[in-house]
C-alpha cells in the first residue's frame, strides 16, 4: 500500500528549455522526487495505524510522528512535499510566466518596492542560502509576505502551520548542476523566466 502517490507532470520534461534543461527535470523527477516518495512511503509503514491525510496537516504536526521515523518523515515527506510545489510553480505557458496587475503584485508592490526589487532580495536569499535547502515566498496570518530559507527538505510549514508557502525555490545542486554546474546564481536569474505567477497568484489566502 502506498499513502501518497507522485502526480505526472504537466508538461513534458523539455518544455522549461532553455532555462532549465531536460535531463535535468528527467532525473529530478524520475529519480530525486520518486526516491523522497518512495522513502516516505516505506518510513509511513512502520507507523502501526496511520491513515493518510493531506500532506500538509502531517508536516504541520511533526510531533504527532513516531519518534523512530520522524527524522525520515521530515526529509523524504518534505522532499516529496517541496517537489509536488515546485512543477506547479513553474510552467511553460508564456501567459502564465507574467505577473499581472492584482492582488499578488500589489502585495509585492507593498512590501518589496516592485517586482523587479523583490526579484532581487529573493534571489539574493537564494545565493547567501549555505549548501542544500530552499527559499520560499510565504504569506502571513495578516496578509503581509515574507522570505524565509530552510536548509535541506524542510519548509516554513514544519515551524509554523499558519504561513501560506506561494513560491519555492530548489538550490539543491541536483536541480541545476548538470546545465549550470557550480553557477548557482546563473541558475536562479533563468529560473524566473518559469515562473507560474498565475499559480503563485492563486495560492494567496485573499481573507
Known amino acids: 500500500m502506498e499513502f501518497y ?3 505526472p507532470l504537466s508538461y513534458s520534461y523539455d518544455a522549461l528549455e532553455p532555462f532549465i534543461d531536460a535531463r535535468t527535470m528527467e532525473l529530478h523527477y524520475t529519480k530525486h522526487h520518486a526516491g523522497y516518495l518512495s522513502n516516505f512511503n516505506r518510513a509511513l509503514k512502520e507507523w502501526e495505524g496511520f491513515e493518510a491525510k493531506p500532506i500538509e ?4 504536526d511533526l510531533n504527532s510522528i ?3 521515523i520522524r527524522q525520515s518523515v521530515i526529509n523524504n515527506g518534505g522532499g516529496f512535499y517541496n517537489h509536488a510545489l ?3 510553480m513553474m510552467t ?5 510566466r507574467h505577473l499581472k496587475d492584482g492582488p499578488l503584485l500589489s502585495l509585492i508592490n507593498d512590501a518589496y518596492g516592485d517586482l523587479e526589487g523583490f526579484k532581487k532580495i529573493f534571489s539574493e536569499k537564494a545565493m547567501s542560502l549555505f549548501g542544500s535547502g530552499w527559499v520560499w515566498l510565504v504569506q502571513k496570518t495578516d496578509g503581509s509576505l515574507d522570505i524565509r530559507l530552510n536548509s535541506f527538505q524542510n519548509n516554513p510549514l514544519m ?3 499558519s504561513l501560506n508557502i506561494l513560491l519555492g525555490l530548489d538550490v539543491w545542486e541536483h536541480a541545476y548542476y548538470l546545465k549550470y554546474q557550480n553557477r548557482r546564481a546563473e541558475y536562479i536569474e533563468n529560473w524566473w523566466n518559469v515562473v507560474n505567477w498565475e499559480f503563485v497568484e492563486s495560492q494567496l489566502n485573499l481573507n
Open 92 to 96: 511553460p505557458d508564456d501567459e502564465k
Open 57 to 60: 496537516d502531517l508536516l504541520s
Open 86 to 88: 515546485f512543477w506547479e
Open 66 to 68: 513516531p519518534e523512530k
Open 159 to 161: 515551524k509554523n502551520p
Open 5 to 7: 502517490i507522485q502526480k
